[in-house]
C-alpha cells in the first residue's frame, strides 16, 4: 500500500522552480533517504508531503488523502505524518515530560495520566527517562533530537519524516540520533529522511533519491548508489 504518492508535483517560489515535476511513491514500512546538492529541493519535496508547503501543481495523496482537495483535514495528515526538522523545535518553557504530553492531550484527547505513561515509554525508548523534568535548553542538542523524535512517536504517526536531523548537531552527537532512527527503521516506521549522512543511507534506505535543481534525477538501491562497479 501506497503511504505518499507523488505525481508530477511542481513548487514555484517567484519564477525559480524548486521541484520540477517530481514524482515519488513511498510505500508502507519503506525507508527512503532523499540526496542531493544544497538548494536541489530535498527539503521542499518533504515539506510538501504535510503541506508545510504547498505545492503549485500536481497531485500528492498521503494516506489515501489528497492534501490539495480543500475538503481534506490538515491536521489529521499532519498528525498521521509527523516531522522532524534540524533545529528540535522543542517548547523551550515546558519539560521534556510536558513537551512529549501536550499535544497528545490537546490533539489526540488523551488523560493526563495516559499521556505521561505513553511519554515515559517513549524516553526510554530515546534513553531519557533521567530528563523527564529537565527544561529543552539544559539538554546537548543530541539530546533534543531524541526528545523531539520521541515526541512525533507520541501522535503514534503512521511515517515519520526526517529534514536534516543531524545536521545542527556536533558530530558526537550524530551517533545517538542516528542510532535512534536506526531503531525505528527496524521496528518498521515509514521513513522520508533528508540526510548527508551517507552511512545512514547505505544501512537503512530502502531506496535512495538523488535530486538535483528540483529534480529526481536518479533512484535506487542503497547497493546502486554506494557499491564501487
Ligand atoms: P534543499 O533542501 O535541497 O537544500 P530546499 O528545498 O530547501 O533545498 O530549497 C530549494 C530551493 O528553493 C533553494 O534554492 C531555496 O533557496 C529555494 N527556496 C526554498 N524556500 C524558499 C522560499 N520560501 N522562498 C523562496 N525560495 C525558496
Ligand atoms: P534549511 O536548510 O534548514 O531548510 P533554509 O535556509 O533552506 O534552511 O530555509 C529556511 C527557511 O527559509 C525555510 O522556511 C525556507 O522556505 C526559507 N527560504 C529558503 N530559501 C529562501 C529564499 N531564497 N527566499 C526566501 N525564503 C527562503
Redesign the pocket.
Known sequence: RKMVEATEIVKI??S?R?LDRVSLDVFDGEKVVII?P???????LLRSINRLEEIDRGKMIVDGMDIMDPKTDITKVREEVGMVFQSFNLFPHKTVLENLTLAQIVVRKRSKFEAEEKAMMLLEKVGLVAKAKAYPGNLSGGQQQRVAIARSLAMDPKMLLFDEPTSALDPEMIGEVLDVMKDLARDGMTMAV?THEMGFAREVADRVIF?DAGRIVEEGTPEHFFTAP
Do not use: L
Not at 544544497?38 to 521542499?44: A, V
Open positions: 517560489y517567484g525559480f524548486a542531493g544544497s538548494g536541489s529541493g530535498k527539503s521542499t533528508v535530486m
